[in-house]
């Protein structure tokens, strides 16, 4: 079934027989069904779809850092998740068909031309609690200095991220990211990156690495 919004001539809603109606970027968009095909794929298909199912198993469980970390990188029509899966496809993935994995230490959580970290690091606290580091330079214009830092841990074994988009400003040189007390014994891999209060620029995100919580 399909529905009509803003009258008879207003953008189609569902599927009337082979045609599908649907918004795109707030555009109405129509497409047919098309006839089922046999799913005969090239190696190289199969090998391309691996790769965008690997890009999906780490941004979809951090979907909300990734639409901030990609939104001032999008052209068109795209959406900081097609940017974000574009960049995993073409430089975080490794290896060869069918024994693909992702490449953690090239994966990008955002872009953009503001200062990246400088020499950041992380470690463990009680346990449960990461401790995120940075240098800061006090020969950085005021306005950098109040940059909020964006941290994000991703669960190897449950595929889950944690994450804060506002955390302290750059001047401060540490935050700490809390991982939630039902997560066990499990390894991490982790970012940082900065993004201006007025949430108009980001920086390109820096790797912190692989951390085990036990």
Same mark, same amino acid.
């Not at 795109?24 to 090239?42: A, E, H, V």
């Not at 109040?146 to 750059?170: E, H, N, P």
């Given at each position: ?6 009258g008879i ?7 009337i ?9 707030g555009?109405?968009?129509?497409r047919?069904?098309g006839d089922?095909?046999p799913?005969n794929f090239?190696?190289?298909?199969k090998a391309?779809?691996?790769r ?11 979907k909300?850092f ?5 939104s001032?990188?999008?052209?068109g029509?795209?959406t ?5 899966i574009?960049h995993?496809?073409k ?9 693909? @994995?992702?490449?953690f +230490?090239?994966?990008?959580v =955002?872009?953009?031309? &503001? ?9 463990v606290?009680?346990?449960l609690h ?5 240098d ?9 200095r ?6 994000l ?5 449950t595929?889950?991220s944690?994450y ?6 750059r001047?401060?040189?540490?935050e700490i990211l809390?991982?939630y ?5 499990d390894?991490f891999e982790?970012?940082l990156?900065?993004?201006t @209060?007025d949430?108009k +620029?980001?920086?390109?995100? =820096?790797?912190t690495? &692989?951390v085990l919580?036990?």
């Amino acid at each position: 079934m399909a529905t009509i919004k803003k009258g008879i001539l207003g953008p189609i809603t569902g599927s009337i027989s082979n045609i599908i109606g649907y918004e795109r970027l707030g555009t109405p968009c129509i497409r047919g069904k098309g006839d089922p095909q046999p799913q005969n794929f090239t190696h190289k298909q199969k090998a391309h779809q691996l790769r965008v199912k690997l890009a999906n198993s780490f941004i979809n469980p951090s979907k909300n850092f990734i639409n901030i970390g990609f939104s001032l990188s999008t052209t068109g029509g795209q959406t900081a998740h097609n940017v974000a899966i574009a960049h995993a496809i073409k430089a975080a993935t490794k290896g060869e068909f069918p024994n693909l @994995e992702l490449d953690f +230490q090239n994966l990008l959580v =955002s872009d953009g031309i &503001l200062s990246s970290a400088v020499n950041p690091k992380v470690e463990v606290v009680d346990g449960l609690h990461l401790k995120f580091s940075w240098d800061f330079d006090e020969m950085l214009e005021y306005s950098s200095r109040r940059d909020q830092v964006m941290l994000l841990a991703y669960s190897v074994k449950t595929k889950r991220s944690f994450y804060t988009i506002g955390g302290a400003k750059r001047s401060v040189g540490h935050e700490i990211l809390e991982i939630y007390p039902e997560i066990e014994q499990d390894s991490f891999e982790t970012y940082l990156a900065f993004i201006t @209060e007025d949430r108009k +620029q980001i920086s390109k995100s =820096s790797y912190t690495g &692989l951390v085990l919580l036990h």
